[in-house]
């Protein structure tokens, strides 16, 4: 608006070759839409201006604890921007889309592989919505066996979006706590299950970046009062062709393929959250799902009485699916398997680098992902991982998450991801490591950081509850 000037353009039209016609009156604006009037120089300056302002996968390490933001290959999306799958029409008969068709087959077929599950719906369009019809299915199962249950187990170092998903598909959320290694406790959580459990929703790794060691206990224990248990699979990184939540006795698993098979996430970007399911929950699946002709050719497949219904607009999120599939294949399965050791290895050698400034939070070996604490950093100096992270963006890096989980006290949560070479490692670990040793010579500076952006540090509180939707 800044740089409107009346009657600029960044196009021109082509001469008006047809006879002009009047918009019907109950169509026409009464005043025209206040736009910008730029041209095309200013406006790729402009924008290209603001994205450099940013930090994002493309410009460098990402390591956010529990969202694996990892750069993705380039290939997938030249792929999901082939004109044969952009331009498809989801209204076009089966037999014009069979490519399509085939490659959500194919993707389903690969997903339910890597999980260890029967069937899957590509439907859900992230992995919160991925929540929701997990537990839509789960709800299902209950009430067909004439037994609905009012309640779902969720460990206390679980996700926000867990707890809400439950709430928001009628459930009451029931914490169990984690013990001293930051694992479930199993006690409790055999305690505290009873008839009226409909299922736990486990992440594992968990938020913690820790394995369950005892998660046949965990599982038999919810099987046995007739719940289900649910894969909270956001981030499979670290399992990768290594386990898979089927054989560990997992009922429903989410997966975000916008996380772990490609497709670059964050600002509410369109992701996809397939849910794979046993043979024995497949029924309740949304449709339509996918299936193959004895003569090799696909067809959708409409639901029987007992599926829940849909939960996205045709397929879901197509393109997000396109890339997926096309990361599934240029991994194969030991490139599938190496991206697992990879990212253990990375957030292996990265906590080691920094521990001395930044211990683990918990005793326990790490998997893709691990939570220090800047709490003796606090101890000493006052200075909080808060304001750690606000220095590693001067230092050039994005910080790590902070603040979660919520049951560890200043929580640094940090995902390199398998993407990353050992000289990004290395850098960021010193990044760290010289914050630490700024916070004792000169807290000031961390308390004022970041000094070198654009915009300096911002009141989040604020900002989170006086919302400025306009500009
Ligand atoms: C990211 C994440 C989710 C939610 O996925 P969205 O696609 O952001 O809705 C759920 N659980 C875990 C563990 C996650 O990391």
Same mark, same amino acid.
């Given at each position: +608006? !800044?740089?409107?000037?009346?009657?600029?353009?960044?196009?021109?039209?082509?001469?008006?070759?047809?006879?002009?016609?009047?918009? #019907?009156?109950?169509?026409?604006?009464?005043?025209?839409? *206040?736009?910008?009037?730029?041209?095309? @120089?200013?406006?790729?300056?402009?924008?290209?201006?603001?994205?450099?302002?940013?930090?994002?996968?493309?410009?460098?390490?990402?390591?956010?604890?529990?969202?694996?933001?990892?750069?993705?290959?380039?290939?997938?999306?030249?792929?999901?921007?082939?004109?044969?799958? @952009?331009?498809?029409?989801?209204?076009?008969?089966?037999?014009?889309?069979?490519?399509?068709?085939?490659?959500?087959?194919?993707?389903?077929?690969?997903?339910?592989?890597?999980?260890?599950?029967?069937?899957?719906?590509?439907?859900?369009?992230?992995?919160?919505?991925?929540?929701?019809?997990?537990?839509?299915?789960?709800?299902?199962?209950?009430?067909?066996?004439?037994? #609905?249950?009012?309640?779902?187990?969720?460990?206390?170092?679980?996700?926000?979006?867990?707890?809400?998903?439950?709430?928001?598909?009628?459930?009451?959320?029931?914490?169990?706590?984690?013990?001293?290694?930051?694992?479930? !406790?199993?006690?409790?959580? /055999?305690?505290?299950?009873?008839?009226?459990?409909?299922?736990?929703?486990?992440?594992?790794?968990?938020?913690?970046?820790?394995?369950?060691?005892?998660?046949?206990?965990?599982?038999?224990?919810?099987?046995?009062?007739?719940?289900?248990?649910?894969?909270?699979?956001?981030?499979?990184?670290?399992?990768?062709?290594?386990?898979?939540?089927?054989?560990?006795?997992?009922?429903?698993?989410?997966?975000?393929?916008?996380?772990?098979?490609?497709?670059?996430?964050?600002?509410?970007?369109?992701?996809?959250?397939? *849910?794979?399911?046993?043979?024995?929950?497949?029924?309740?699946?949304?449709?339509?799902?996918?299936?193959?002709?004895?003569?090799?050719?696909?067809?959708?497949?409409?639901?029987?009485?007992?599926?829940?219904?849909?939960?996205?607009?045709?397929?879901?999120?197509?393109?997000?699916?396109?890339?997926?599939?096309?990361?599934?294949?240029?991994?194969?399965?030991?490139?599938?398997?190496?991206?697992?050791? @990879?990212?253990?290895?990375?957030?292996?050698?990265?906590?080691?680098?920094?521990?001395?400034?930044?211990?683990?939070?918990?005793?326990?070996?790490? +998997?893709?992902?691990? *939570?220090?604490?800047?709490?003796?950093?606090?101890?000493?100096?006052?200075?909080?991982?808060?304001?750690?992270?606000?220095?590693?963006? !001067?230092?050039?890096?994005?910080?790590?998450?902070?603040?979660?989980?919520?049951?560890?006290?200043?929580? +640094? +949560?940090?995902?390199?991801?398998?993407?990353?070479?050992?000289?990004?490692?290395?850098?960021?670990?010193?990044?760290?490591?010289?914050?630490?040793?700024?916070?004792?010579?000169?807290?000031?500076?961390?308390?004022?950081?970041?000094?070198?952006?654009?915009?300096?540090?911002? !009141? /989040?509180? @604020?900002?989170?509850?006086?919302?400025?939707?306009?500009?």
């Amino acid at each position: +608006m !800044d740089l409107s000037r009346p009657g600029r353009r960044a196009f021109s039209l082509p001469r008006l070759d047809v006879p002009p016609v009047e918009l #019907p009156g109950e169509l026409a604006r009464r005043t025209p839409p *206040v736009l910008p009037e730029v041209a095309e @120089r200013e406006i790729v300056s402009h924008y290209t201006r603001l994205s450099q302002r940013n930090y994002g996968v493309d410009t460098g390490v990402y390591p956010l604890g529990s969202c694996s933001m990892k750069y993705n290959p380039k290939v997938a999306e030249v792929a999901a921007a082939l004109p044969g799958f @952009r331009r498809l029409h989801p209204l076009q008969p089966d037999h014009t889309v069979q490519g399509a068709l085939e490659l959500l087959w194919r993707l389903e077929r690969a997903l339910c592989e890597i999980t260890g599950m029967e069937r899957a719906t590509l439907q859900p369009p992230a992995g919160a919505c991925g929540e929701l019809t997990g537990l839509l299915l789960m709800r299902a199962h209950h009430t067909r066996q004439g037994n #609905p249950r009012r309640r779902v187990a969720i460990p206390d170092s679980a996700h926000g979006t867990n707890p809400a998903s439950v709430r928001l598909a009628g459930y009451e959320a029931l914490h169990i706590p984690s013990d001293a290694r930051g694992l479930v !406790d199993v006690s409790a959580l /055999e305690k505290l299950l009873d008839q009226d459990v409909a299922g736990l929703m486990l992440t594992n790794p968990n938020t913690l970046g820790l394995f369950e060691e005892e998660i046949e206990k965990i599982a038999a224990a919810v099987h046995g009062v007739g719940g289900l248990v649910y894969y909270d699979g956001a981030n499979l990184n670290a399992i990768l062709g290594r386990c898979r939540p089927g054989d560990m006795g997992f009922d429903i698993v989410h997966i975000n393929t916008h996380k772990t098979f490609a497709t670059p996430h964050g600002g509410g970007g369109p992701g996809a959250g397939p *849910v794979a399911v046993t043979k024995e929950l497949a029924r309740y699946l949304p449709r339509p799902l996918v299936e193959r002709n004895e003569d090799g050719t696909f067809r959708l497949e409409a639901g029987g009485p007992d599926s829940i219904g849909r939960m996205h607009g045709f397929f879901g999120n197509f393109g997000i699916l396109v890339r997926a599939y096309v990361y599934v294949l240029l991994h194969g399965r030991d490139g599938l398997k190496e991206v697992a050791e @990879r990212s253990v290895l990375n957030a292996n050698y990265l906590a080691e680098l920094i521990k001395g400034a930044f211990p683990l939070a918990m005793p326990g070996r790490p +998997m893709h992902e691990f *939570v220090a604490t800047a709490k003796p950093l606090k101890d000493d100096t006052g200075i909080r991982a808060l304001d750690v992270a606000k220095r590693m963006i !001067d230092l050039g890096y994005h910080p790590s998450t902070v603040y979660f989980p919520l049951i560890v006290e200043e929580a +640094m +949560m940090v995902e390199p991801t398998e993407t990353e070479t050992k000289e990004t490692l290395d850098g960021l670990g010193r990044a760290f490591l010289q914050a630490a040793e700024e916070a004792r010579r000169d807290p000031e500076l961390l308390h004022a950081a970041p000094v070198t952006t654009p915009v300096r540090r911002l !009141d /989040e509180a @604020r900002a989170a509850r006086q919302l400025k939707l306009r500009w």
